[in-house]
């Protein structure tokens, strides 16, 4: 009966082999998966009773959990952690931290023991163990995460042993109502299997960058990290959240889509770090209203608003008020969709940009990926001294350091990017500033502050025009 079984269901799952085949040092599992298969609806009771007993076997090995362990520090209790008043309440003074856990999933990606999982699963870990299927367990490190993506890769050492893998899929052919499996560790229970079906694609509501594959495949706390697969057994997705109310599964759940987690793998393996490339182009979503005075036939794309000065749209001849259609025959449909793309671009490579003017053609350009530039140099200077700056820290911004610090990457000029608390600028100035003028002195480097401070030394009075959250702020400081 099995073997029958097997049979009906090979119209549909693709055999993929021994996950675990021998490999070259720091490649994937030898795997070659068959061409797609095709795709038909059960037309009888056999095709009905199909398992996917035989897929599971193949891919669950792959699938592991993620403990991960941090000291929190218990806040101060001025009676509790005095002996003199401990003695009323039990005898002995409180621990001054604790250690709290929490429990993921993770995919392994590369045979070497390159593990893929959600960056909110590992986010401050002080410790990381990774449970394989068979219950080994391993200590892990972090090679690089990005909170922005919500991906993180993982390293485990397995002394020279081959692990079984699940192939990412390169082929991005998934579509709505395709069946996948989502695979993890479900509130702790151990590993468990679900089935659904791909409800929509390109989800883009649910963070700024991401495009997320929506399933109904039952997603629960624990899943995080775990594998969305598809029916040739590859790795479509990494599943990161669930929308619901009760904090159960409410049959939407959401998956990092392949595209863009082989991108972040491969850049973390090569780089040590997970990099976007950016196009220096800030955009939004076009409206509906928008639309029909650009003369667009529905709402679609992303206008451009800004330009980055000498960035690789400027280069490419675009201008503010073209809307970009599409990337590389992909269809953008608004500015969330175009920065998942862009993120799956590799540093360097060049894009081919369908772009609706403001003349009212379409035209095609290509524009070369870049990462984002650190120049101006940092130059972090911290301010001291008897003036009313002391206890900031200037920088001079960058695109590449913006993105560091959370910033705004257009953001040009000087920046306070730090307050001390209880320092004398902590009661005027704010993290963000921007400095534009001291003491008539223009403010274009950090070392303009340094300047502008040891010439007011002796003055009582600081006259201050700087720049907070797009308004521009002047005033005179007695200090």
Known sequence: ????????????????????????????????????????????????????????????????????????KRRANPFMDDPFFSQFFGGSTAPKER????????????????????????????????????RREFDARIIAQDAQSDLAVLQIDTKGERLPVLPIAQSGGLE???????????????????????????????????????????????????????????????????????????????????????????????????????????????????????????????????????????????????????????????DSGLRFKLATLAPGQRAKLRVFTDSGVEKTVTVKAALMEESPAPDAREIEGSNPFAGIVVVNMSPKLAETMDFDPYVQGVVISKVRSRSPAGRRFRPGDILLEINGVKIKQSKDVARAIETGNASREWNISLDRAGRIQSGTVRY
Not at 32 to 43: H, N, Q, R, S
Not at 45 to 68: D, G, H, I
Not at 107 to 124: K, Y
């Open 99 to 134: 250690m709290e856990r929490s429990l993921g999933s993770g995919v392994i990606v590369r045979s070497s023991g390159v593990i893929v999982t959600n960056s909110h699963v590992v986010d401050g870990a002080d410790e990381l163990r990774i449970v394989l299927s068979d």
């Open 1 to 72: 009966m099995k073997h029958s079984l097997w049979t009906a269901l090979g119209a549909v799952i693709v055999s993929l082999g021994a996950l675990g085949a021998t490999q070259t040092a720091g490649s994937q599992a030898a795997f070659a998966p068959d061409p797609a298969p095709t795709k038909f609806v059960p037309a009888n009771q056999t095709q009905m009773q199909m398992s996917f007993s035989p897929l599971v076997k193949q891919t669950a090995p792959a699938v592991v959990n993620v403990y991960s362990m941090r000291k929190v």
């Open 176 to 334: 709505v109502g395709d069946l996948v499996l989502a695979i993890g560790n479900p509130f702790g229970v151990g590993q468990t299997v679900t089935s659904g079906i791909v409800s929509a694609l390109g989800r883009t509501n649910v963070t700024d960058l991401s495009s997320f594959i929506q399933t109904d495949a039952a997603v629960n706390p624990g899943n995080s990290g775990g594998a969305l697969v598809g029916m040739n057994g590859e790795l479509v997705g990494v599943n990161t959240a669930i929308f619901s109310r009760s904090g159960g599964s409410n049959g939407i759940g959401f998956a990092i889509p392949a595209e863009l987690v082989g991108r972040a793998v491969e850049s973390a393996v090569k780089d040590g770090e997970i990099v976007r490339p950016w196009i220096g182009a800030r955009t939004q979503a076009v409206s509906s209203d928008m639309a029909l005075a650009l003369g667009l036939d529905r709402p679609r794309g992303a206008i451009i608003s800004d330009i980055y000065p000498g960035g690789p749209t400027d280069k490419a001849g675009l201008v503010k008020g073209d809307v970009i259609l599409s990337v590389d025959e992909t269809l953008i449909n608004d």
